[in-house]
């Protein structure tokens, strides 16, 4: 008896799950974007580089978190594992990171119709841009901004 309430529960709930996950599926890709930059930014660097990728770590942490609560307020399953190219020399990986986060914010760029939701949207916006802003940093002491060029 108590598997045929589950199975019916199941039944009831999951047309109302998939419409949750396909309302907004912006941020799941931005969550995957932001993490996979954070990945790339945990990259063992010079002291001097490191200290501006901490910080966009942690600028790229508060954004997921912000994205979270966005997401959470969707329904959206927030479990993600993206895989990193550890391959990627350098420069690529920089390139990579701005590419990434640029992405992210241009996911999370679209209309939103949950105003709870937009609050923490406009607080990822801000961590994302001071993220991009540690990373430029990065650059300019890892001497790579002039090949990475303007972002």
């Not at 998939?18 to 931005?30: F, V």
């Not at 600028?59 to 609560?69: M, R, T, V, Y």
């Not at 920089?94 to 939701?117: M, Q, S, T, Y």
Request: aromatic share 4%; net charge negative; hydrophobic share 45%.
């Amino acid at each position: 008896m108590r598997a045929m309430n589950l199975i019916a529960a199941a039944a009831l709930l999951a047309p109302a799950a998939m419409y949750a996950q396909g309302r907004h599926p912006h941020y799941l890709s931005a969550r995957t974007d932001l993490r996979t930059a954070q990945l790339l930014a945990r990259v063992q660097e010079q002291p001097n580089v490191a200290l501006n990728l901490q910080a966009a770590d942690r600028e790229i942490d508060a954004a997921i978190k912000e994205i979270d609560h966005a997401a959470v307020l969707d329904r959206k399953d927030l479990m993600d594992h993206p895989p990193v190219d550890a391959n990627l020399g350098r420069v690529d990986r920089f390139r990579k990171i701005v590419e990434l986060l640029r992405g992210a914010r241009a996911d999370i760029e679209h209309e939103e119709d949950n105003p709870a939701a937009r609050e923490w949207r406009a607080a990822a916006f801000k961590h994302i841009d001071e993220a991009l802003n540690s990373v430029r940093r990065a650059a300019v002491d890892a001497k790579l901004d002039r090949e990475i060029g303007d972002f």
